[in-house]
């Protein structure tokens, strides 16, 4: 069993900056590959970033290249999510998800992950 637990949400303006945290539980956190998700009221759930066991593979949306970077710090168990340049469409509740892979393929969709987070909301105003 895997615990995951979201944290750095919050209000933000159009344009401005936050970072996510994702803690995971357990002593395998590196055998993983780590996704975000976002969902808004009414709309399935979608991808956004993914970080395998090696970071030197990692895979966004389109919608958030060039603004968004994931990242992870396995002596904390932690994945991060830095949020930059921030729309109004980026609104949403921002889940991390756990799959567990020793390979550094792509993970894009929702029923491949194993483990999910609580979420934490993200609005951005315009």
């Known amino acids: 069993q895997v615990q995951l637990v979201e944290s750095g949400g919050g209000l933000v303006q159009a344009g401005g900056s936050l970072k996510l945290s994702c803690a995971a539980s357990?002593?395998?956190?590196?055998?993983?590959?780590m996704g975000w998700f976002r969902q808004a009221p009414g709309k399935e759930r979608e991808f956004v970033a993914n970080?395998?066991?090696?970071?030197?593979?990692?895979y966004y949306t389109d919608s958030v290249k060039g603004r968004f970077t994931i990242s992870r710090d396995n002596a904390k168990n932690t994945v991060y999510l830095q949020m930059n340049s921030l729309k109004p469409e980026d609104t949403g509740v921002y889940y991390c998800?756990?799959?567990?892979?020793?390979?550094?393929?792509?993970?894009?969709?929702?029923?491949?992950?194993?483990?999910w987070g609580q979420g934490t909301q993200v609005t951005v105003s315009s």
């Open positions: 357990g002593r395998t956190f590196s055998s993983y590959s």
């Open positions: 998800a756990a799959k567990f892979s020793l390979s550094g393929r792509a993970y894009r969709m929702t029923d491949e992950y194993n483990y």
């Open positions: 970080i395998g066991w090696s970071s030197a593979y990692t």
